[in-house]
């Protein structure tokens, strides 16, 4: 349940941030690949 629960915050604070990205920054971090980072991949590998 722990590691549910901080999958759940990580994909909320992932969601927050890219959502007030401005363009700028947006398009630093898609040529730095890390606008969509694998949160799926990453809580796999938590449990």
Do not use: S
Request: aromatic content about 20%; cysteine-free.
């Amino acid at each position: 349940m722990i590691n549910l629960f901080f999958y759940i915050n990580l994909l909320h604070l992932f969601y927050h941030n890219y959502r007030h990205f401005t363009k700028a920054e947006e398009h630093f971090l898609k040529k730095n690949g890390l606008v969509n980072p694998p949160a799926h991949l990453f809580v796999l590998k938590v449990d």
